[in-house]
């Protein structure tokens, strides 16, 4: 039902990034170091410190183990003057929301190991094929697409980048404005994809997006703003360096809904 592409004219246009991880496939020798050790605690922390906040039901809002209340990153980006306006009657919105949260799951799950290949070449969840786990994607474009995922995360290793292939909440404070031009400062929090970090001690974010449309140029903008704001709330929060912010691009495509339900 999904045809799903990591996009390459996307990554070319505007994510220069990934532009390292294409320049070789050489293995680069891996060293641990004492650097590589103290980001490995620190990883482990921030996925402590995520599954501690957790969506509310209506999924407006984060609520910390403390009981403190963070508004949504996308919810502040899309009230922003500059950013995109939000129907919340579009008939879009139940199709993009869950084939966008299906194939994050399924990118997180190949990149945890949860996802396998067996001697046929072909996905498998503990022997399941990943088309009955995972509804929006049929079985050949199943494999399409992953072997995409196998391919970056074969850069991802050369490059000795370890990924937290789990989702990770950043959160901290921004100052806003109401609509009478009063200043506020607010809780926000929002949850990027994946998670990576290499034995220098440098930090990438990478996200997914998937977009239906041919034509992006709307969104970068918008899509620059969330990962800026996860990039400084992990710093201000854990004292890291977030060196590298990255979209993992997908193009999908499916049939026009024909109603809002």
């Not at 592409?5 to 020798?29: C, G, H, R, T, V």
């Not at 396998?116 to 399941?128: A, D, H, I, Q």
């Amino acid at each position: 039902w999904v045809l799903a592409n990591i996009d390459p004219s996307i990554k070319e246009k505007y994510l220069s990034s990934f532009a390292s991880f294409e320049q070789s496939n050489e293995p680069k020798e891996v060293v641990t170091t004492k650097e590589g050790e103290a980001a490995k605690k620190i990883g482990d922390k921030i996925q402590s410190d995520s599954q501690k906040v957790q969506l509310t039901k209506d999924k407006k809002y984060y609520v910390g183990g403390d009981g403190t209340k963070y508004a949504r990153v996308t919810s502040i980006i899309q009230a922003d003057a500059e950013g995109e306006k939000f129907d919340e009657n579009s008939k879009w919105i139940t199709p993009s929301t869950n084939i966008g949260t299906g194939l994050d799951e399924l990118g997180r799950d190949f990149m945890s190991g949860r996802i396998t290949r067996n001697s046929r070449g072909n996905y498998e969840v503990k022997g399941v094929p990943v088309e009955e786990v995972y509804p929006n994607i049929d079985g050949v474009h199943a494999t399409s697409y992953l072997n995409q995922w196998a391919e970056l995360k074969s850069k991802l290793d050369k490059r000795g980048i370890h990924i937290i292939p789990r989702e990770v909440v950043a959160k901290g404070q921004l100052n806003i404005k109401d609509k009478q031009g009063k200043d506020h400062t607010i809780n926000v929090a929002g949850t990027l994809d994946l998670l990576g970090y290499d034995d220098k001690g440098n930090w990438y974010i990478f996200d997914m997006k998937t977009h239906r449309s041919n034509n992006t140029d709307d969104k970068i903008p918008k899509w620059s703003r969330q990962l800026s704001l996860y990039k400084k709330f992990l710093e201000n929060e854990y004292g890291i360096n977030v060196s590298v912010l990255a979209v993992i691009p997908t193009k999908i495509n499916y049939p026009e809904p024909t109603a809002t339900n």
